[in-house]
């Protein structure tokens, strides 16, 4: 019988918890997991997707191949402190990526041959490992960020355990990642925040709120997702994410004076541009409830 990989997940959410209930699915794994929440570790246990729980990172770092950080961005570089002398693979699910390569070269540069920082492009609205899916990886991309320095052995290693669960593994490097990141997710989710609270605000209270219709149900769902996730991922990548609100702002203005100078072909022209964008973009996507 083959030697089982042991995979140590430091963040037991709808994330990490989704990992250890896709590779439970698939077999040939044993999953160990850390949490400063024990209820976390103790749903997983009784969910029956990990095997043992950890009390400190270190006494998880003894025991397992890979390490994967599936905490908030900005609580990872404490996080690489506690994992000391690991030796082995070194992975993430951030949706920033740079931060991770600065942290590990400053705090622990011995790490950089078997760091293989990757995001999956998956998830939902609810958060915990109560949410978790073993399916929400499936038909979804998983970008891995590694570096010159990886161990092409560690970056076969992830590769392996993404296609595991189903995923499609592609590879780019970690600057290009946070720049398309910043347009694709981090700017909607900045906006989708940004609206609901506008309106919570407003004269009316939240009484607005009675009379939304599926548009604003739709566009407004990822800001019921993780905040403290999306506060580390804004403030990790404020450089590319401001530079696209000073272009949303431009462009939102010259909107305004459209519709304020009553343009109606302008106004038309740029609907329809978005519109066919957006069907072009329907057309490419997997159907599947995790968006």
């Not at 077999?27 to 009784?46: C, M, N, Q, R, V």
Request: glycine share 8%.
């Amino acid at each position: 019988m083959a030697e089982l990989e042991r995979i140590g997940i430091i963040g037991l959410g709808l994330i990490g918890g989704s990992i250890a209930a896709g590779l439970k699915r698939v077999g040939g794994y044993e999953i160990h997991a850390f949490d400063a929440d024990p209820d976390a570790t103790k749903a997983g246990l009784s969910m029956g997707i990990i095997d043992g729980v950890h009390l400190t990172v270190a006494d998880l770092a003894k025991g397992v191949d890979v390490v994967c950080l599936c905490t908030p961005v900005r609580s990872m570089t404490s996080l690489l402190q506690e994992l000391g002398g690991f030796e082995g693979v070194l992975t993430d699910v951030g949706s920033v990526k740079r931060p991770l390569f600065d942290a590990v070269s400053e705090h622990c540069s011995h790490m950089m041959p078997q760091l293989v920082p990757g995001h999956p492009i998956a998830g939902s609205e609810s958060h915990g490992v109560t949410a978790a899916s073993p399916e929400l990886f499936l038909n979804h991309k998983v970008i891995l960020t590694p570096s010159e320095l990886s161990n092409p052995e560690a970056v076969q290693r992830i590769q392996k355990m993404w296609a595991a669960m189903g995923a499609d593994v592609i590879e780019m490097a970690a600057d290009h990642h946070d720049a398309v990141l910043a347009q694709t997710s981090h700017l909607p989710h900045l906006l989708a925040y940004t609206l609901v609270d506008v309106l919570a605000g407003s004269g009316d209270g939240r009484e607005v709120f009675d009379y939304a219709a599926g548009g604003f149900r739709d566009f407004s769902r990822i800001a019921a997702s993780d905040p403290e996730m999306w506060r580390d991922i804004f403030l990790s990548n404020k450089t590319a994410l401001l530079r696209l609100i000073d272009t949303f702002q431009e462009a939102l203005a010259e909107t305004a004076a459209l519709i304020e100078n009553d343009q109606a072909e302008q106004l038309m022209d740029q609907l329809a541009r978005a519109k066919s964008a957006r069907d072009y973009f329907s057309s490419i996507q997997p159907p599947s409830k995790h968006q």
